[in-house]
């Protein structure tokens, strides 16, 4: 989950800091995801980025809510209240970007912030691409794994953000209320289990839907067929585990890919190279 408040120790979370210097803060958030329903309200003290790579958690604030899934970058604005739920168990994990105020202001289009004196953003949340998918991905592997000087981390973390809120790398969601709140049921059954072979009559039976009406609904609000985001979800877990495993077919098997060869095209098509050469790049 996303970072919580500054000031507040909670046993449900682990937080590792990657890098502090005075341009950029990295922190690695993994929440076990034990409250399923709503927190008590919350706020940070900063504006913060963040990219949530593994598992699924919904952010409420007032009336709005949020999937924060891998597919997307989350906006805490500091001192707006929030509520978390976990409707999905299995916890997540989240990397969190605390960037210099003066140079968040010089990387965001003002038509993404809010008038005032803080940078606020407009939206809770905008759908990132694979590229930026890859460069979180990146970043957190070479800080762990120490591979990355400061200077290249911090160089790395700032072409993140920038590639974050650029207009060809994102898109905003536009959609009604109840529109919104369909997609955001069925990212949640997608997250339930990556690894499931999904048809769009299971997935309509679990959200009380008509196959057809979900397919055109998901299109218009994400921009993506509902394939391809599921596509996009399992990729992204496979970038969170690479480290983890030896052998790269186990991976992909378990992420419900029918061979190596299968995940490893996948992966190619979306990231530009194969799972192996990504884990080599990282680890030099």
């Known amino acids: 989950m996303s970072v919580k408040n500054e000031n507040r120790q909670l046993p449900e979370f682990d937080v590792d800091s990657l890098l502090k210097s005075p341009t950029v803060t990295i922190r690695d958030t993994y929440c076990r995801g034990t409250c399923r329903y709503q927190s008590p309200e ?6 913060q980025l963040v990219y949530p790579y593994r598992g699924v ?8 809510q949020t999937v924060a899934e891998a597919n997307q970058v989350l906006f805490f604005n500091a001192m707006e209240g929030y509520r978390v739920s976990h409707p999905v168990s299995g916890g997540d994990a989240s990397l969190t970007l605390v960037v210099e105020e003066s140079q968040l202001h010089e990387l965001a289009p003002l038509s993404l912030l809010q008038d ?9 949340r905008l759908r990132v691409d694979a590229r930026t998918q ?19 981390a911090e160089t790395l ?12 790398t994102t898109r905003a969601a536009a959609a009604s209320y109840g529109r919104q709140r369909l997609v955001d049921r069925v990212k949640l059954v997608l997250a339930s289990d990556l690894a499931r072979r999904w048809t769009l009559a299971d997935i309509a039976a679990e959200v009380r839907g008509s196959p057809v009406y979900l397919t055109r609904v998901f299109q218009q609000v994400e921009g993506l067929p509902l394939y391809r985001y599921q596509l996009r ?18 991976l992909g098997l378990d992420l419900g890919f029918s061979s190596h060869s299968h995940f490893s095209a996948a992966f190619r098509q979306i990231y530009g190279r194969s799972p192996s050469e990504f884990k080599q790049s990282f680890r030099r």
């Open 157 to 168: 973390a700032l072409t993140l953000v920038q590639r974050s809120l650029g207009p060809r």
């Open 57 to 64: 958690y919904v952010r409420h604030v007032g009336q709005n």
């Open 42 to 47: 919350e706020c940070t003290v900063t504006t």
């Open 116 to 124: 005032g004196p803080r940078v606020t953003f407009r939206q809770p």
């Open 134 to 152: 890859a460069l979180v991905a990146l970043l957190r592997h070479s800080l762990r794994e120490k591979t990355a000087e400061p200077l290249e």
């Open 233 to 250: 979800l399992r990729l992204a877990h496979a970038l969170d585990r690479l480290g983890e495993y030896s052998d790269l077919t186990s």
